[in-house]
């Protein structure tokens, strides 16, 4: 039982400006509704009329793979636990790295090769892309992120390092793809307000549009960090949940093509936690081009370690061509028809989505049932869905979404009865809408 003490006196001790700055970003709305979820998780058996979480992007429709490989084959965990126990290289498991950088490349199809003396090693994607933050830029200096963007990017990228972000806004016109209009743009409103910019950070697949980026856009990319000498940091951590595998480009692709030029200014983050469907183990790692860059990441990655056991547990599992080989492609799979459940599902109900190809969740249009293009009221329509439909869905706003109306819609974190009934839930307000408005 916790004891409470009581604040007593108008005395206050100060904290410091990191721990009373609001750019965690936690007030988003994002956050609240995990929150409600929290308060008022459904069960399909014990609290039906609760709140679903589709505000989640977790992969559960594979689990049952690693599942079945832990039984089959259980790790031994007396097997070299001195060596484990006592291991404190923060370059970390050699066979883990292995690993991890012949995953990489299974994922990717063989096409681009993965130096495992390349990769650090860190606690998820979350500590990777915070970690290059800190090298790659200084207080006050600007990373340029396409729109709309993973929510969490607000706390990642700016809340310790006091680092600006800079959108490059992307709109339904042209399906929110990257043009070089919009790279310009973004560079010249940092510089008109004399920040400096440093890096531009892509997720491919997109978080939250669901799709990958195109061979040609990801090329006018990286062009365009070499004019302007800027770092291009690209956030892979769905390119094992492409389900139409032949779409997905990676940008370590481009640069075997060009033969790595230009590659220094080129970083990769990649993560087990969406493809693998393991956020709890928290495994992440950052592949970079650039030799100061790797010395640098593995120096400031003792403060973002993996315990040896878990990298000792997951090297023996990727190793394992067998269990791979047959992961991705099932994942896959059930990834596709997921997506085709949901989305028909919705266009039953009359709701469109962005045409997606990757990654655990759709991009869904509500902007037509909108009273007035506003942020305001799609934050009503959010409340209204969260507690009302009792779904919890992602509002375009808090992934800085330039078009009001658009929501992230998860799919990969239930089972296929509890999507049901959410489509059914949804599909009813939506019916309930056209009769109150007709």
Same mark, same amino acid.
Request: hydrophobic residues 35%.
């Given at each position: 039982?916790?004891?409470?003490?009581?604040?007593?006196?108008?005395?206050?001790?100060?904290?410091?400006?990191?721990?009373?700055?609001?750019?965690?970003?936690?007030?988003?709305?994002?956050? *609240?509704?995990? %929150?409600?979820?929290?308060? !008022?998780?459904?069960?399909? &058996?014990?609290?039906?009329?609760?709140?679903?979480?589709?505000?989640?992007?977790?992969?559960?429709?594979?689990?049952?793979?690693?599942?079945?490989?832990?039984?089959?084959?259980?790790? $031994?965990?007396?097997?070299?636990?001195?060596?484990?126990?006592?291991?404190?290289?923060?370059?970390?498991?050699?066979?883990?790295?292995?690993?991890?950088?012949?995953?990489?490349?299974?994922?990717?199809?063989?096409?681009?090769?993965? !130096?495992?003396?390349?990769?650090?090693?860190?606690?998820?994607?979350?500590?990777?892309?915070?970690?290059?933050?800190?090298?790659? *830029?200084?207080?006050? $200096?600007?990373?340029?992120?396409?729109?709309?963007?993973?929510?969490?990017?607000?706390?990642?990228?700016?809340?310790?390092?006091? #680092?600006?972000?800079?959108?490059?806004?992307?709109?339904?016109?042209?399906?929110?793809?990257?043009?070089?209009?919009?790279?310009?743009?973004?560079?010249?409103?940092?510089?008109?307000?004399?920040?400096?910019?440093?890096?531009?950070?892509?997720?491919?697949?997109?978080?939250?549009?669901?799709?990958?980026?195109?061979?040609?856009?990801?090329?006018?990319?990286?062009?365009?960090?070499?004019?302007?000498?800027?770092? &291009?940091?690209?956030?892979?951590?769905?390119?094992?949940?492409?389900?139409?595998?032949?779409?997905?480009?990676?940008?370590?692709?481009? &640069?075997?093509?060009?033969?790595?030029? $230009?590659?220094?200014?080129?970083?990769?983050?990649?993560?087990?936690?969406?493809?693998?469907?393991?956020?709890?183990?928290?495994?992440?790692?950052?592949?970079?081009? !650039?030799?100061?860059?790797?010395?640098?990441?593995?120096?400031?990655?003792?403060?973002?370690?993996?315990?040896?056991?878990?990298?000792?547990? /997951?090297? $023996?599992?990727?190793?394992?061509?067998?269990?791979?080989?047959?992961?991705?492609? #099932?994942?896959?799979?059930?990834?596709?028809?997921?997506?085709?459940?949901?989305?028909?599902?919705?266009?039953?109900?009359?709701? %469109? +989505?962005?045409?997606?190809?990757?990654?655990?969740? +759709?991009?869904?249009?509500?902007?037509?049932?909108?009273?007035?293009?506003?942020?305001?009221?799609?934050?009503? /329509?959010?409340?209204?869905?969260?507690?009302?439909?009792?779904?919890?869905?992602?509002?375009?706003?808090?992934?800085? +979404?330039?078009?009001?109306?658009?929501?992230?819609? +998860?799919?990969?974190?239930?089972?296929?009865?509890?999507?049901? #009934?959410?489509?059914?839930?949804?599909?009813?307000?939506?019916?309930?809408? %056209?009769?109150?408005?007709?």
């Amino acid at each position: 039982m916790g004891i409470e003490i009581e604040q007593q006196g108008s005395c206050v001790v100060g904290l410091s400006r990191i721990a009373v700055s609001d750019t965690h970003g936690e007030d988003s709305p994002y956050f *609240a509704g995990w %929150k409600a979820y929290d308060e !008022n998780p459904y069960d399909e &058996l014990t609290n039906p009329c609760g709140v679903i979480q589709m505000g989640l992007a977790e992969n559960q429709v594979s689990f049952d793979l690693v599942e079945q490989y832990l039984e089959e084959k259980p790790s $031994d965990t007396t097997s070299g636990f001195r060596e484990n126990a006592l291991f404190q290289d923060y370059h970390g498991l050699l066979s883990f790295r292995k690993a991890m950088a012949s995953f990489m490349e299974e994922i990717r199809g063989g096409r681009a090769k993965f !130096n495992p003396e390349r990769i650090v090693i860190t606690a998820g994607a979350t500590a990777a892309n915070e970690l290059l933050t800190f090298i790659l *830029a200084d207080p006050g $200096d600007a990373l340029l992120v396409p729109t709309p963007y993973y929510p969490g990017f607000d706390r990642d990228l700016r809340w310790r390092t006091g #680092v600006n972000i800079v959108p490059i806004h992307c709109t339904s016109s042209n399906n929110f793809e990257i043009t070089l209009q919009s790279l310009h743009q973004a560079y010249d409103e940092a510089r008109s307000q004399n920040i400096k910019v440093r890096g531009i950070l892509i997720t491919n697949p997109s978080n939250p549009l669901g799709a990958t980026i195109k061979r040609k856009t990801l090329e006018q990319i990286l062009d365009f960090a070499a004019l302007k000498n800027i770092h &291009l940091i690209s956030d892979e951590i769905y390119s094992g949940s492409s389900f139409s595998p032949e779409e997905f480009v990676s940008v370590s692709e481009i &640069l075997e093509a060009r033969s790595y030029k $230009d590659s220094e200014r080129v970083h990769i983050v990649y993560s087990l936690s969406k493809d693998l469907g393991l956020p709890g183990f928290r495994v992440g790692t950052i592949y970079s081009y !650039n030799d100061k860059v790797v010395t640098t990441a593995r120096r400031m990655s003792s403060f973002t370690l993996i315990s040896s056991q878990t990298q000792q547990l /997951l090297a $023996d599992m990727l190793s394992d061509k067998g269990f791979t080989e047959k992961y991705i492609r #099932v994942n896959r799979e059930r990834l596709r028809k997921r997506y085709r459940m949901i989305v028909d599902g919705l266009d039953k109900a009359g709701i %469109k +989505c962005l045409n997606g190809n990757a990654g655990l969740f +759709c991009w869904m249009n509500l902007s037509t049932i909108l009273d007035e293009q506003t942020k305001e009221k799609e934050l009503e /329509l959010w409340e209204l869905i969260l507690h009302e439909v009792r779904v919890n869905i992602s509002p375009g706003s808090s992934c800085h +979404c330039s078009e009001p109306g658009w929501f992230r819609v +998860c799919f990969a974190n239930m089972s296929e009865q509890t999507l049901e #009934v959410a489509l059914t839930r949804i599909h009813d307000f939506m019916e309930r809408r %056209k009769n109150t408005h007709n």
